[in-house]
C-alpha cells in the first residue's frame, strides 16, 4: 500500500545577502517526502544539504518557494520537526535523565509529573540509555551523549525527524552501533526522517532514498536513488549483495564523475595543515 504524501518542498531556493551582491545557496529545489521514508541527502560540501535541512527544520526561511508539511506551510522551528545535529548540544549541568525531561516538558501538552517520568524513561529506553540516566554528559562517551541527544529528539514525538550528520564525528564501531540502533528506532516508530550524510555506505544502509544533490552554488537536487532492500537490514549480509553494491556504485558515480569537484591546492594544503595541528583527520 502506498504511502500518503506528508512533507513536500516545491520550488525552493534561498538567497544569503553578500558585500557583491545576493549569494544564491539553493535554488529550484522539489522533494515530497512520504510519511514513514527514511531520506538521506549526499553530496559534496557546500551543496546546500544543511541549508534545505534548516529550511524544514524552520531554521532558514526560503527566498522562493516553501515546504508543506501535512498541509500546513513551514515558516518557523516547531515540535513537530525535531533536529539531531552532529554536536549532541547536551546542557552540561542537567544530568541525561533531566536534558530529556527539559524537551519533554516543553512539549508536555498536559501531561502529569508521573506521564512525564515514563515518557523520559521510554525514550531512554530506546537508545539503551536508562543505566546512565543520573549521569552527566561529562561522564559519557561520545556515543551516549549522541543518544541521549537522539532520545531528546524522539521524547518530543516529532513528525519529522531531521538529523544532520548525526554519526560524523564518532569513531566506526560506535558509528555502526548507532546505525542499527537508528534502524530499530525508526522500524518501530515509523518517523518520517531526512538525514545528512557524507559517507555512501551510511546512506544506502539507512536509506528507502537517497537524494544526491549537485555542487553549489545553486545547488539542487541532481538525482533520486529508490533503495530496494528489504528490512531489515543487516550489514554483514549486505557487503556480498549485489544490488547493495550496485547503489553504492551509483552514488559513487554520480559524487565523482557526474559532480566531480576538485578542490584548489592551497584551499587542500590549507586543510592538510590543519588536521596535522589538530592530530586529527575529519572525515569529507
Known amino acids: 500500500m502506498s504511502k500518503p504524501k506528508h512533507l513536500e518542498l516545491s520550488q525552493v531556493g534561498i538567497d544569503f545577502p553578500t558585500p557583491k551582491g545576493p549569494f544564491t545557496a539553493l535554488?529550484?529545489?522539489?522533494?515530497?517526502?512520504?510519511?514513514?521514508?527514511f531520506i538521506s541527502l549526499i553530496g559534496h560540501?557546500?551543496?546546500g544539504k544543511s541549508t534545505v535541512l534548516n529550511i524544514v527544520a524552520g531554521l532558514y526561511q526560503a527566498s522562493h518557494g516553501g515546504v508543506i508539511l501535512d498541509n500546513k506551510e513551514v515558516n518557523e522551528p516547531g515540535p513537530e520537526r525535531a533536529v539531531v545535529f552532529q554536536n549532541h548540544s547536551l546542557l552540561p549541568w542537567l544530568s541525561v535523565y533531566k536534558n530529556v525531561e527539559l524537551a519533554v516538558k516543553q512539549t508536555r501538552k498536559g501531561r502529569s509529573k508521573t506521564e512525564i517520568k515514563e515518557w523520559v524513561q521510554h525514550n531512554l529506553d530506546l537508545v539503551q540509555m536508562t543505566h546512565a540516566a543520573?549521569?552527566?554528559?561529562?561522564?559519557?562517551?561520545?556515543?551516549?551523549?549522541?543518544r541521549v541527544?537522539?532520545?531528546?529528539?524522539?521524547?518530543?514525538?516529532?513528525?519529522?525527524?531531521?538529523?544532520?550528520?548525526?554519526?560524523?564525528?564518532?569513531?566506526?564501531?560506535?558509528?555502526?552501533?548507532?546505525?542499527?540502533?537508528v534502524m530499530d528506532i525508526h522500524a518501530k516508530l515509523g518517523n518520517t526522517v531526512i538525514?545528512?550524510?557524507?559517507?555512501?555506505?551510511?546512506?544506502?544502509l539507512l536509506s528507502d532514498r537517497i537524494v544526491m544533490m549537485t555542487n553549489g552554488p545553486a545547488a539542487t537536487v541532481g538525482e533520486i536513488l529508490d533503495v530496494e532492500l528489504a528490512r531489515p537490514?543487516?550489514?554483514?549480509?549486505?557487503?556480498?549483495?549485489?544490488?547493495?553494491?550496485?547503489?553504492?556504485?551509483?552514488?559513487?558515480?554520480?559524487?565523482y564523475?557526474?559532480?566531480?569537484?576538485?578542490e584548489p591546492v592551497h584551499q587542500a594544503s590549507t586543510k592538510t595543515s590543519k588536521r596535522i595541528s589538530t592530530g586529527r583527520s575529519n572525515a569529507a
Open 195 to 204: 538525514m545528512i550524510t557524507h559517507d555512501v555506505d551510511e546512506a544506502v
Open 27 to 37: 535554488q529550484n529545489v522539489n522533494l515530497v517526502i512520504k510519511k514513514g521514508e
Open 257 to 262: 564523475e557526474k559532480q566531480k569537484k576538485i
Open 233 to 255: 537490514r543487516d550489514r554483514i549480509a549486505l557487503a556480498d549483495n549485489p544490488k547493495y553494491n550496485s547503489y553504492r556504485h551509483d552514488v559513487l558515480r554520480f559524487l
Open 45 to 47: 560540501s557546500g551543496c
Open 149 to 181: 541527544g537522539i532520545a531528546r529528539a524522539l521524547s518530543m514525538e516529532p513528525k519529522v525527524l531531521l538529523m544532520d550528520e548525526p554519526f560524523g564525528a564518532l569513531d566506526a564501531l560506535t558509528r555502526a552501533h548507532l546505525q542499527d540502533s
Open 134 to 146: 543520573d549521569k552527566l554528559p561529562s561522564e559519557i562517551s561520545g556515543g551516549m551523549k549522541q
